[in-house]
């Protein structure tokens, strides 16, 4: 009995020993917990600057949803990116340049940040693509009339129609000439209220406006606003002008007419004098000028008597000089050097020789005139030059003037006579090394400041073009 009570205590001993064991794992419990729930979070603090601009982008995002929370004049940012989380004065440009926008644009869509870039932030949200938020035609009403209000996103249309003020979707409301502005090119593009041309930032008339721009700046149509003399943009009324078939004469000595019945060509001058010789003076242009086999200007007046010998024309140059560079004041008309004669006295038949801007000399051969519409050789009424001109230096088999392979390369026919014509150059890109190699022909002499050419130089700004482009890669 005495062994069994002191099992019965002992067994109470236990009993009792685990149940404070028990409450004391019971408040530990609730303590972890109590200081689990209850623990404050670390806060991340910002400074003034930082909480306006956090706002901003939170604003911005929520006028994806509700523009209307936004403000005419606040930033509406449309997507962010996140800044290194290293950064330094480069952050900035880094930014722009990866997001493909200017560092201006990138400083405008992030007015906090200074132009030095010194207070940008690490892992941090910058605007990379937004706008200012406009005015909204919340009403329906739109332009000038309604403090310049957009109809972009508004429901009941999306075109300012320029006549009512008022914004649709119907196709009075959005076709050009119509729309002023909105779901259109706008108002900038095409003239909305009968202005155009350079007075009026060089809008376009389409539509009830008509189809040309007057002189003057106003839209029409009709000869009194398209024609040539009175239109400066739009369906201007062009002349049509028949080339002659003595732009491509036969004659091969200079002589025209007569019983071979020669006819001029650009070689030796287009127009058939009365002395039966080819040329580009306005002697020979004038009066006695034998239009069956040339060209001729009737309002040309001959500097030369009707009654003038021939034996006072110059002599035909017999050894390639001409003018003051010729003992005996030569002429390279007729020549078997070439009709024209350069500003250093010597007859040739290239544009260096002939081209008025090369200051050809027209007493003693024929000059070719500079292009003043873009057309040359053949396709030119005055059998122009494209050297020298605004369009480019080169006439292409087309007879127009500009730059480039399809003008100047003479695989494509590029007319020598008539400007600066080029052999094909070929450049071979080899991509693993990023090497350039412009092809030279297999004799060619290597390239020093004194055997410089066109040709050159054109290959070399060509290759530096395509390195550039290649590494960006």
């Known amino acids: 009995m005495k062994s069994f009570g002191s099992h019965t205590q002992w067994s109470k001993c236990l009993l009792l020993i685990s149940f404070v064991l028990s409450m004391s794992m019971v408040v530990a419990k609730d303590e972890c917990a109590l200081e689990y729930w209850k623990r404050d979070l670390p806060q991340t603090t910002y400074n003034t600057t930082e909480i306006d601009f956090i706002n901003k982008i939170k604003a911005a995002r929520r006028a994806i949803i509700n523009p209307v929370a936004l403000k005419p004049g606040e930033l509406n940012c449309r997507y962010t990116g996140h800044s290194d989380t290293v950064v330094n004065y480069y952050s900035c440009m880094k930014m722009a340049i990866f997001y493909e926008i200017t560092i201006e644009k990138f400083f405008s869509l992030n007015p906090t940040l200074k132009k030095d870039c010194s207070n940008i932030q690490p892992s941090s949200g910058y605007c990379v693509e937004g706008f200012i938020e406009p005015v909204r035609a919340t009403d329906g009403l739109c332009g000038p009339k309604n403090s310049n209000a957009t109809c972009l996103g508004q429901l009941v249309g999306q075109c300012c129609n320029a006549a009512t003020w008022k914004c649709g979707n119907a196709t009075a409301d959005c076709a050009p000439g119509n729309c002023y502005e909105g779901a259109c090119v706008g108002d900038k593009v095409f003239s909305t209220d009968g202005t155009c041309g350079t007075q009026h930032g060089l809008r376009s008339c389409i539509g009830k406006w008509g189809d040309c721009c007057h002189n003057n700046g106003t839209c029409g149509t009709g000869p009194s606003f398209c024609g040539k003399d009175v239109c400066q943009m739009g369906n201007c009324t062009t002349p049509i002008v028949l080339t002659p078939p003595t732009l491509k004469g036969n004659t091969t000595d200079g002589t025209c007419g007569g019983t071979k019945a020669y006819t001029c060509s650009t070689a030796y001058g287009l127009c058939c004098n009365k002395n039966g010789q080819c040329g580009g003076l306005d002697s020979d242009c004038g009066a006695g000028c034998q239009s069956k086999f040339g060209r001729c200007n009737p309002n040309v007046t001959s500097s030369t008597s009707s009654s003038a010998p021939t034996s006072t024309a110059a002599p035909i140059s017999k050894d390639g000089k001409c003018g003051s560079a010729s003992t005996t004041g030569a002429t390279c008309i007729g020549s078997t050097f070439g009709s024209c004669c350069s500003v250093k006295g010597n007859c040739g038949s290239t544009p260096a020789f002939c081209a008025v801007s090369n200051s050809c000399q027209p007493k003693f051969g024929v000059c070719t005139p500079v292009s003043t519409d873009g057309k040359c050789g053949t396709g030119s009424a005055t059998g122009a030059t494209c050297l020298g001109s605004t369009y480019g230096d080169c006439c292409s088999a087309k007879s127009n003037c500009g730059v480039g ?69």
């Not at 400007?419 to 991509?431: D, H, R, S």
Request: glycine residues 2%.
């Open 405 to 473: 392979p399809f003008f100047c390369a003479t695989t494509n026919n590029c007319q020598s006579a008539y400007g600066t014509c080029l052999p094909i150059m070929v450049l071979e890109i080899v991509v693993p090394s990023r090497e350039i190699v412009a092809a030279q022909p297999p004799s060619a002499a290597p390239v020093t400041c004194a055997n410089l050419t066109m040709e050159h130089a054109i290959q070399q700004a060509l290759t530096a073009s395509v390195a550039r482009h290649l590494s960006r890669w």
